[in-house]
T-cell receptor
Framework: TQLLEQSPQFLSIQEGENLTVYCNSSSVFSSLQWYRQEPGEGPVLLVTVVTGGEVKKLKRLTFQFGDARKDSSLHITAAQPGDTGLYLCAGGRDSNYQLIWGAGTKLIIKP | DAGVIQSPRHEVTEMGQEVTLRCKPISGHNSLFWYRQTMMRGLELLIYFNNNVPIDDSGMPEDRFSAKMPNASFSTLKIQPSEPRDSAVYFC????FGQGGNSPLHFGNGTRLTVT
């Protein structure tokens, strides 16, 4: 069974602080997607990484795919209350339509 | 782009009743997915349609659950009879080509089902 483990499960920090969320697996994925879900809404795609070692930036968010394509991280610089939400990672395999989902990191940014 | 549209947003029903959830995917997307989300189990894939054909229903919990996609613009998920353990948020999602890689999922806002 392929598993994607996210850590931490829950994080509550003050506005302006930095944070990193991790997504780890023992399996290799062809792609890794990060989604953010706000209360009462469905997950929304933030980014997809497909190349080992790839780094993508989305304003204050930096996403990295591990060299071996087994893990990924999301780093937020100077967190804002608007970053509050549930962050989900999902690993994909080109040969299989299945996405393997992490359990999510619930992030709260306090003003 | 109107996005994926789900209805109803909330459904409260009594145990034993039939529940029907509805979904309109994004026009032009050939893949449709029904997911269930709970605190305990996170996001679980229930069923996957490709070009209106069910490809994988191995995630459907049991015979009480059924899903149909009569055409490219409409799908239903039915639970009959419903049980309290079915209480969850049910999401419909669509994509151009399956999942993963360069084919992101577009989720609706979900139906929150409460079975008493």
């Amino acid at each position: 069974t392929q598993l994607l483990e996210q850590s931490p499960q829950f994080l509550s920090i003050q506005e302006g602080e930095n944070l990193t969320v991790y997504c780890n697996s023992s399996s290799v994925f062809s792609s890794l997607q990060w989604y953010r879900q706000e209360p009462g809404e469905g997950p929304v795609l933030l980014v997809t990484v497909v190349t080992g070692g790839e780094v993508k930036k989305l304003k204050r968010l930096t996403f990295q795919f591990g060299d071996a394509r087994k893990d990924s991280s999301l780093h937020i610089t100077a967190a804002q209350p608007g970053d509050t939400g549930l962050y989900l990672c999902a690993g994909g395999r080109d040969s299989n339509y299945q996405l393997i989902w992490g359990a999510g990191t619930k992030l709260i940014i306090k003003p | 782009d109107a996005g994926v549209i789900q209805s109803p947003r909330h459904e409260v029903t009594e145990m034993g009743q039939e529940v029907t959830l509805r979904c309109k995917p994004i026009s032009g997307h050939n893949s449709l997915f029904w997911y269930r989300q709970t605190m305990m189990r996170g996001l679980e894939l229930l069923i996957y349609f490709n070009n209106n054909v069910p490809i994988d229903d191995s995630g459907m919990p049991e015979d009480r659950f059924s899903a149909k996609m009569p055409n490219a613009s409409f799908s239903t998920l039915k639970i009959q009879p419903s049980e309290p353990r079915d209480s969850a948020v049910y999401f419909c999602a669509s994509s151009r080509f399956g999942q993963g890689g360069n084919s992101p999922l577009h989720f609706g806002n979900g139906t929150r089902l409460t079975v008493t």
